[in-house]
DNA sequence: GTACATTTCAAACACTTGTTTAAATTTATG
DNA sequence: CATAAATTTAAACAAGTGTTTGAAATGTAC
């Protein structure tokens, strides 16, 4: 029985879908429910409201996600030198990509999502990820801080957001690129091309010499 | 007489603070009509629709960053020989500070309506500017392109718009971004901070080697 | 098969949205 | 002042939103 596919998977992916593709404010859950060939009602009994059904299409992706990277996190974590910011970046990858078993296309829907999550409900998203996962994510910034000892925390802050939003916006706004990209330079592009486009970006931009603040004079080198 | 300002002035105040703050499509024209104090249908009666009130808004900052940015990239292409990276960006950062003189906080409310921008009405302010300043902008590209002239025209294509995902999620977060690094550093950032803290990020970024694609799994080093 | 709990369904609800209308008011013009 | 044009106003409109309801249908256990 194909039609007797869960109701509550039947509109997760159709929700998953209109998601990534329209934002999560102009996605209505009768389009979704229209889409997944399931009642109206069916998403408020199933999850409660459309808030509660956001947050189930991102934690099915967050949870295998942050596991995966949890595990690659500890593992670098226990070498006993300091590892260079590409390879701590490029741990990344591996995880992002086995997305794909969670669903097709998972990769690229995940990471849409995870753009649209933060340009739409501005706040909502980050307080959602920094209270589940934050303790995972801290031992990434520990690493880069280890791949960068020369970096104020306070950069190392701000570079990390600048990052965040190279990548979000850049998932976010992923089809039109590629459309772009592929009219402009008959380049074909795939979600894994942009990944490791972004990477070398990402690790200069990170490891940039830091700007030295033209004010009068700082005192001038306090002695170690 | 403070009370006769121009009801099309008071209506665009209001609606910039509002789009900047909560974004275009969660501010409603009751909200802004209320906040400036004049009636619903007068948005319609001087604007004609929402749509076109949200170009008038980004129009006002546009225009004369736009001319301003005009000329100094015709400066630096009269130059003799290629200007570096570093210069070519620095090169924004006057004439958004001078958004200033338009309104007070100028720059900072103009950054944040181009963040929302690029992730609210998914597409069209990316037309909207094409369309408008493509002439302008073309000629960044150029002065980037003779600054780097190794980097291939594809990948400078990804590498600014990463970077202007980096400075639209910036703006669009500015403000919880702020609030961030000021508990958990004790910084005090303003808008011009979080533009000299871009610069170098960006330049780097942009101008990070070229990648070069490793196949699956290292053939344990080919030749040389 | 009866009884019970789970799930589906159509309909309605209460609310918000951008826009339009037509009358009232203000402003400018001869 | 009187006339016409421009502006403001309150009210209504049509369409869309997420959510709730209570009865029907389905599934499960005894």
Redesign the pocket.
Known sequence: MVAKQN?QQKILDAAQSLFAETGFNDT????ITSLAE?????????FG???ELIQAVLQRYLRVLMLRLDQEFNRLLAAQHPNNLTKVLAVFVKPLLELNLVNPNGTRIFLQLLGRGYSDVQGHLRWFINHHYGRVLDKFVLLVQQSCPELPASELFWRLHFSLGTIVFTMASNEALAEIAQADFSEEVDIEGVIQRLLPYLAAGIAAPVFISLQPQQQLRSGT
């Open positions: 109701t209505s859950l009768r389009q399931v009642n109206l009602a069916a998403v408020n009994y199933h409201s459309k808030k």
